[in-house]
């Protein structure tokens, strides 16, 4: 069986750490880098959902996109920020987090966003290589791209303004990406979808004439989730990785 070790080496090979931004966290977390592993499971987030998930499941590792550790932790008890890393290592589980690295990298979240959506990324929205921009095959109806993000995002809703523009030049930014806003408009995109948009963004896109489409930051990264582990499955054919059939868009509609 491999190692947590190695498997943080073969995903460090697809999305390199050097790749994360300033502020970031990603890497091999918490854990014994020498552990077989037989079962690890996949998630967004690690939340106590899912590690419950984690160790019913039997698994030694769990891989998931926001880090787990953002800031030093001062204490390592049952309460404040660091009661998460406590639970996980009380039960031999170990955390391996790949953030903005997975982010940029080539065949990553946003790589696999664009195509989810109907375009072939042709370069990154912004200069740090975040987001990817492309164009769709033919044009469509603004309604018609809507119904499209809705159903294979698996969103419960969308928050948009309509440009008055049909959906050709795509720019995407899976989580928060609306300071973006403004390298998508450079890139030609007359479409832009994202994440987290604040209501100056929207403003701005109105006066801009593009269509703006607020996807939810869960569901516009989480694509990646079942990619990463189906390319996991090839590269360790001898572990089981399975993807959190708990952790879900936190958001509600009402």
Wanted: glycine share 10%.
């Amino acid at each position: 069986m491999p190692s947590v070790q190695e498997i943080f080496e073969t995903l460090a090979s697809w999305a390199p750490l050097e790749l994360q931004m300033d502020f970031d966290n990603s890497g091999f977390l918490v854990g014994r880098k020498d552990k077989p592993v037989h079962r690890a499971l996949l998630a967004l987030d690690i939340t106590e959902e899912v590690i419950r998930e984690a160790m019913e499941m039997g698994a030694e590792l769990i891989i998931s996109h926001h880090p787990l550790i953002f800031h030093p932790l001062k204490s390592l008890t049952g309460e404040g920020p660091g009661w998460k890393t406590l639970l996980l290592a009380e039960n031999g589980l170990a955390a391996i987090c790949m953030h903005t690295n997975l982010d940029i990298a080539e065949g990553g979240v946003n790589d696999v966003l664009i195509r989810l959506l109907g375009a072939e990324p042709e370069g990154p929205v912004d200069a740090e290589g975040c987001g990817r921009v492309g164009t769709l095959p033919e044009p469509m109806r603004l309604k018609e791209f809507l119904q499209r993000c809705k159903e294979r995002l698996n969103a419960k809703g969308l928050r948009y303004v309509d440009g008055g523009r049909p959906v050709s030049r795509l720019g995407v930014l899976g989580g928060a990406g609306g300071d973006e806003f403004r390298d998508a408009l450079a890139k030609g995109c007359d479409t832009y979808v994202t994440a987290d948009v604040k209501y100056h963004v929207f403003l701005e896109a109105v006066e801009e004439g593009v269509n703006l489409i607020d996807a939810d930051h869960f569901c516009t990264e989480n694509p990646v989730i079942p990619v990463l582990a189906q390319r996991l499955r090839k590269a360790f054919p001898d572990v089981d990785f399975l993807v959190s059939r708990r952790h879900h868009q936190l958001i509600s509609f009402f």
